[in-house]
């Protein structure tokens, strides 16, 4: 008896122990110069914080929307839960940028644990379960988003945290209750997860169903009630809002009008010839199908993962999504992934998993989309954390030095790898993406608010796009007074803004009425080459962002 207490101590101790280092490696790699790097934040995180606030202040959006489950914000219609989870860092940050990053930063840590422990409970071997968490926490794509705030990262965070509380909630049913709520969760937080959280919860019933169906009714009753309750008020805001979907039809293959347009001219020409096969694989619906496919398959490309990623904002420069020393690890891993000892039900899990990822954003446009599918983490972390360990032990079977030589090899290059990474993200990211993070706005709303002018016109043609929000972000403008000042109509994505003494439109330089009291804020190109700039504010690359001029 004594002799197994001191082993459950010894293993809660080294569990204890590898948990606190990953904690620390997490922590190290998100918290650093998280208000620095990335230099600004882009619209989005300005949004989302500036709508925290208000609702911190009135309890409604920037819209005057009280408590509300969506933001229209930019009308994307955005999932509002991550607006509410900036609330309590505004008390020790302020409206800032770390106080919009800590939630995403809270919940890239702690998802990092997580995954330690539901691989552990899946593999049952601490020593794989480790690395694969370790691997998650040095992940460029998950370092990327759990720094920055983007909602994706916490809607990856309930999905593992869901996984994990129904696999545990078989054998504990009321750990049932804490995976309803985070996959209801999920789909408060973006907008992937109203595909990816269902889809993934019915793929843990139909595999786990036998051991499902033998928790008690009562808990199994109970869990759904729960769920149907969580879920409500985001459903009937689907069902009662005519544009709660805008987002997804905006960015939908189905919307593409320049598809729908080349399909009818093929099919007019197809129709004008005879040609009754072309008309068949002409059908827009059979392009959709193949477009669909195309977009789905893109998401497994090689070069997107290993070397170029998409846009500038969702990796660091001159590198893809996963470390390039991982890749013949990648291969190796799902092989012995799939021939390994474990039971069926797990590689399921693992693959069914691997296999949901893209669907999300397979039926969009702009693919490959690393933010649409960042639920394809830790999947590619296993399959690596599979490889090495499978060459590990084929490397001991046939000789000692050949294994030292085996560590010597992987550790020399991901270490080069990992600095590589660490340079181009701490150092050289802000000096080329620093565009892309629409940096200057902080620079112009300090020296503006010193000038005193009467009117203050900005710009808000790209790529200086929706730029009240960011006056408003930094001006920590009184929510109560802009609500007023726009009686509760911000304006849309494409529409011009007016609060206070800031009017948001694009310069005309040439039939601007001037006048001394009026300040410009714009890109360069919105003033003639002669003019009198007050202040430029340079790109941290040494090219002009932003140039304000008085209108004289």
């Not at 019933?205 to 109970?222: A, E, M, N």
């Not at 891993?333 to 039900?345: E, P, Q, T």
């Not at 639920?375 to 084929?394: D, H, R």
Request: charged share 15%; aromatic share 18%; net charge positive.
């Amino acid at each position: 008896m004594k002799s197994q207490i001191s082993n459950l101590k010894s293993q809660i101790t080294n569990i204890l122990f590898l948990v606190v280092v990953l904690i620390v490696i997490a922590a190290g790699l998100r918290l650093w110069e998280v208000g620095q790097v990335p230099p600004s934040p882009d619209w989005d995180e300005a949004a989302l914080g500036y709508n925290a606030y208000s609702l911190l202040h009135t309890g409604r959006d920037e819209y005057g929307q009280f408590l509300p489950v969506v933001l229209r914000s930019f009308d994307d219609y955005k999932p509002a839960l991550y607006s509410y989870l900036i609330i309590p860092f505004l008390f020790l940050f302020g409206l800032s940028i770390q106080a919009v990053r800590m939630p995403s930063i809270f919940f890239g840590i702690t998802t990092v644990v997580v995954v330690f422990l539901l691989a552990e409970h899946l593999f049952n071997n601490k020593k794989l379960s480790f690395l694969i968490a370790l691997l998650l926490a040095i992940s460029p794509w998950h370092i990327q988003f759990s720094r920055i705030g983007f909602e994706s990262n916490v809607g990856l965070a309930f999905n593992i945290f869901g996984i994990f509380f129904f696999l545990k909630g078989l054998k504990k049913p009321y750990l049932l209750f804490l995976s309803v709520f985070s996959f209801c969760a999920s789909i408060y937080v973006y907008q992937s997860e109203k595909v990816f959280s269902p889809l993934m919860l019915f793929m843990l019933i139909v595999i786990f169903h036998k051991q499902l169906f033998q928790v008690s009714k009562k808990h199994l009753i109970t869990a759904i009630l729960l769920g149907i309750l969580f879920i409500l008020p985001m459903g009937l805001y689907l069902i009662t809002n005519p544009n709660a979907l805008a987002r997804a039809k905006g960015v939908s293959v189905f919307s593409d009008n320049s598809q729908i347009a080349s399909t009818t001219l093929r099919i007019g020409v197809d129709m004008k010839n005879h040609d009754y096969l072309g008309y068949v694989v002409d059908n827009r619906r059979l392009v959709f199908v193949k477009d669909i496919a195309a977009n789905y398959l893109s998401h497994y490309d090689l070069k997107w993962l290993f070397i170029t990623g998409d846009v500038s904002r969702h990796h660091a420069p001159f590198m893809g999504l996963l470390y390039f020393w991982e890749l013949p690890f990648l291969i190796a891993g799902i092989y012995y992934f799939i021939f390994s000892k474990y039971d069926k039900k797990t590689k399921l899990l693992i693959l069914g998993w691997f296999l949901l990822a893209p669907l999300p954003a397979s039926v969009t446009t702009g693919v490959p989309h690393a933010v649409r599918t960042l639920n394809f983490l830790p999947t590619w972390q296993i399959f690596i954390a599979f490889g090495l360990f499978g060459f590990y032990k084929f490397m001991e079977q046939k000789n000692k030095w050949l294994q030292y030589g085996f560590i010597a090899c992987v550790s020399i290059a991901a270490i080069f790898n990992f600095a590589y990474f660490v340079d181009q993200y701490f150092v050289q990211q802000n000096y080329y993406n620093s565009l892309d993070w629409q940096y200057g706005y902080e620079q112009a709303v300090s020296y503006v608010s010193s000038l005193g002018a009467k009117e203050v016109v900005v710009t808000n043609q790209p790529p200086l796009d929706q730029s009240y929000i960011f006056f408003l972000f930094y001006l920590k403008y009184d929510p109560f007074l802009y609500q007023s000042q726009t009686k509760d109509v911000s304006g849309g994505f494409r529409e011009d803004h007016v609060f206070g003494r800031y009017v948001f439109r694009p310069i005309e330089w040439n039939i601007e009425k001037k006048n001394s009291q009026t300040i410009y804020v714009g890109r360069p190109e919105d003033f003639p080459s002669n003019i009198h700039v007050l202040k430029t504010i340079f790109y941290l690359d040494g090219k002009p962002a932003i140039e304000i001029v008085r209108g004289e």
